[in-house]
């Protein structure tokens, strides 16, 4: 198990470090079904409804300025069809205390009919018989039935019944069920002496189960076991409108003008904060709803209004009631309290009846969008966000962050006040802001992981880089380098002098020759050290046109990228690599990274030329006496101590003085490079080659025995032979003789004895004819 959770934790840094984008985006996603879950269990649900209601006085301030964008053709700040007569204070001081006697409510109904009303509504109950004035209830039923246009208001309550068992008994629920038997819809209407005389009856219950209290839904039909009730709102515009108007297939399934109604199922998005508490007995009633299209504040009028005590005075013009729909309710602060908590603020709650009636009117119902609409905008904000923070600094991903938001917002707004659309926001903000915060975290983490990283790559290419001494190698190792971490196909390193205009060249890959010669020209070097005092650290062909001009362009294969070699704030080199394209390259780099690697170049560099300076014979290229008095030392010791095998050669140019004497010393120390050159390529690399002094010349030859040291001092032999040196229309034929001595063989006791044999040998081998190899024996030595 561990060994699993360490695989997957080694998979996923290197997911992090290797292929950032990815990692943000499968975070970015995990993150995006975070907020979904969030949003269908309703936790967002309060936010979402605060901002609900911030639009329907945001509509209506911008539908005043600008109309045209803010505007829907069926949405009215003030309804024509639908007019109150609200019950008011002072209508209460006129007629006295509540309840009143029923023929106030008569003269009522027969003034609106007369007037020419379409319908009459009342969201007012009628459940009891005035027992003190019968002969009023008695009035308001033939006002009722001449009227013939009224409709009353009923109520739906749940009735709760034990379950028999089969002994005609009662079945009490257990501990563990929180029922208490089968729950059943029940519709309280009007006494019967109204309800039978009235055109129609209709639930007024209103949807109060928010958390909050306010009413942004309500419900227009309830199924039972025995009906489908109607709501006062669906009955009064279906005697308004026609029965043919309406086509009721279910409570969630309405039509009107064959249009479906945008009913909202609480089932799709139950609030956390609504559901804590409700048990099967208490649970709310509707589970379909329709979300309000509310007009105006109710200061405003969304709806024409007159008084009780107005109408009964005949105070109010006829022509106000003619053809319109009449909802009578209470608005006063005695009596009984009906005031709701809306988007608009505290209103009447026969004006919520009004609001339904006008939606029902003008089908401006809101729609509001599924879950699966919101996962969908979700996937495109948070790719839209992603991109965004990816792509840009903090300071501006922020900012368009926060622009972001507004946009939504904005849309919102739109989509609202033109098409009648509820979007959500809330879940599309919060995923804005958590990724946005999310990704720069992770960006700064990955910037830090980075920075170690890179911290632990300079320090082991530094110990790589500084323990290789050999020029030749270094240069291929920095090769190696930058062809592991550019992905570079040729390059060409540049090592200036800045005391003389001389410059060493060294490539990898495949260069053109027409390359070569180009940056080999004195312009070069000038552009390139225009380009070291602009301070550019990692530089393309296309940063650096102003510097260089365009003519690298018909010599380069593909892009080039100039990567600076600085020393003491001056300019070392250069190293040019060539590729395809770096631009992919040059979006992921650090740029710290390769400052430093620049650095640790040169000074490797340097190293790597003090080195030399030290150690290796400015003439011949082989290593200098004192380092060969410390590697003989090292290696004749070693092969002592482990019982090993070490050999030594002394080779010395035949008849060298007489290269000097006639030709003159700088012919001599041509035939000393040419000598020393033929020894370099006839050993191996383990083997330490040095010039002894004068023209004498030795080798070391580590864990080697008497046949491998003579093979490889006669392969040395002929390789000098075979030398031929034009000089002045003449050739000079170089020769050199050689002597070997080798350990555990003469069993030499120390180092001075050890050189001293092969000294010995290489006299054997002069006075023996010259151009020949002689391994030193003690017999021999003695006869000697």
């Known amino acids: 198990m561990k060994l699993v959770y360490l695989r997957l934790t080694n998979a996923l840094d ?83 205390k509540w309840p009143w006697k029923r023929d106030y409510f008569a003269a009522l109904v027969e003034s609106i009919h007369d007037a020419g009303a379409r319908v009459i509504g009342f969201d007012v109950s009628f459940f009891d018989s005035d027992l003190n004035h019968p002969v009023s209830d008695r009035e308001f039923s033939e006002a009722l039935s001449r009227a013939g246009n009224v409709v009353l208001a009923s109520e739906l309550s749940r009735r709760t019944s034990l379950n028999v068992n089969s002994e005609g008994g ?65 009955r009064l515009y279906s005697e308004f409108a026609g029965a043919d108007a309406i086509k009721i297939l279910d409570e969630d399934r309405i039509q009107v003008l064959d249009q479906l109604l945008p009913f909202w199922r609480r089932e799709q998005k139950p609030s956390f904060f609504e559901k804590r508490g409700h048990s099967s007995i208490d649970t709310p009633m509707f589970s379909s709803l329709l979300y309000l299209n509310f007009l105006d504040f109710s200061t405003a009028g969304p709806f024409p209004t007159e008084s009780v005590k107005d109408v009964l005075q005949k105070k109010v013009d006829p022509a106000f009631f003619r053809d319109k729909i009449v909802l009578i309710g209470f608005n006063a602060e005695g009596g009984i309290l009906d005031k709701k908590l809306t988007p608009f603020g505290i209103i009447p709650g026969v004006e919520i009846q009004a609001t339904a009636v006008a939606n029902l009117l003008h089908q401006t119902f809101l729609y509001r969008n599924s879950n699966a609409e919101v996962l969908s905008l979700l996937l495109l904000v948070t790719f839209i966000s992603l991109g965004l923070n990816l792509k840009l600094s903090f300071r501006n991903a922020l900012a368009s962050q926060i622009l972001l938001i507004c946009i939504l917002h904005l849309i919102s707004l739109l989509l609202f006040s033109k098409f009648l659309w509820l979007m959500d926001v809330t879940p599309l903000a919060l995923q804005i802001v958590l990724l946005f915060f999310i990704t720069r975290l992770l960006m700064v983490t990955l910037s830090l992981r980075r920075k170690m990283l890179h911290l632990e790559t300079l320090n082991l290419l530094a110990n790589q880089l500084f323990t290789v001494l050999d020029q030749d190698n270094l240069c291929k190792r920095i090769f190696e380098v930058f062809e592991e971490y550019t992905k570079a196909q040729s390059g060409v390193l540049l090592i200036t002098d800045p005391n003389s205009d001389q410059v060493e060249y060294s490539s990898f890959g495949k260069v053109d020759d027409e390359f070569m010669i180009e940056i080999s020209r004195p312009e070069f070097r000038e552009s390139l050290n225009q380009w070291w005092k602009q301070g550019f650290v990692l530089s393309s062909l296309s ?12 010599y380069s294969n593909g892009d080039l990228l100039f990567v600076p070699l600085v020393f003491k704030d001056q300019a070392y080199g250069a190293i040019i690599l060539q590729k395809d394209s770096f631009s992919e390259f040059l979006q992921e780099m650090d740029t710290n990274f390769y400052a430093t690697l620049g650095r640790i170049i040169v000074a490797a560099m340097e190293n790597a030329r003090l080195y030399r300076l030290a150690t290796v014979d400015g003439l011949t290229g082989l290593f200098v006496r004192s380092f060969l008095d410390v590697q003989i030392q090292k290696e004749f010791l070693r092969a002592v101590r482990y019982g090993g095998q070490v050999a030594y050669l002394m080779t010395d140019i035949d008849h060298f003085k007489q290269f000097n004497d006639t ?115 003690k017999r021999k030595a003695g006869e000697e």
């Open 543 to 554: 940063d650096i046109q102003k510097s260089f001009g365009t003519f690298l362009n018909h």
């Open 14 to 96: 290197n997911l992090f470090l290797q292929r950032f984008s990815l990692f943000s985006t499968l975070c970015a996603i995990i993150l995006l079904f975070i907020v979904a879950f969030l949003n269908f269990y309703g936790f967002l649900e309060p936010i979402e409804a605060r901002i609900h209601d911030a639009r329907f006085v945001l509509r209506n301030q911008f539908m005043e300025s600008a109309p045209s964008l803010f505007s829907h053709p069926r949405v009215k700040t003030r309804s024509d069809e639908v007019v109150m007569v609200q019950i008011t204070d002072d209508c209460l001081q006129q007629f006295g």
């Open 663 to 777: 030709y003159g010393h700088a012919v001599g120390d041509k035939v000393l490079r040419l000598a020393s050159d033929q020894i370099k390529k006839s050993i191996r690399e383990t083997d330490i080659a040095a010039r002894y002094g004068g023209e004498e010349l030795c080798v070391i030859l580590p864990n080697t025995g008497k046949d491998g040291a003579m093979m490889i001092a006669e392969r040395i032999r002929q390789n000098i032979a075979a030398i031929e040196y034009p000089y002045e229309g003449k050739v000079l034929k170089i020769t050199t003789s050689i002597g070997v001595s080798s350990y555990p063989d003469n069993k030499p006791a120390d180092v001075p004895a050890f050189m001293k044999e092969a000294d010995h040998a290489l006299y054997i081998a002069k006075e023996s004819g010259r151009n020949q190899v002689r391994f030193f024996s």
């Open 170 to 234: 009662f079945e009490l629920p257990s501990m563990d069920d929180i029922s208490l038997g089968q729950v059943r819809i029940q519709e309280n209407r009007a006494l019967p002496a109204f309800a039978e005389v009235a055109r129609n009856h209709g639930f007024v219950n209103i949807d109060l189960s928010g958390s909050d209290g306010v009413v942004r839904k309500i419900p227009l039909a309830k199924t039972s076991d025995t009906a489908i009730h109607q709501s006062l709102a669906l």
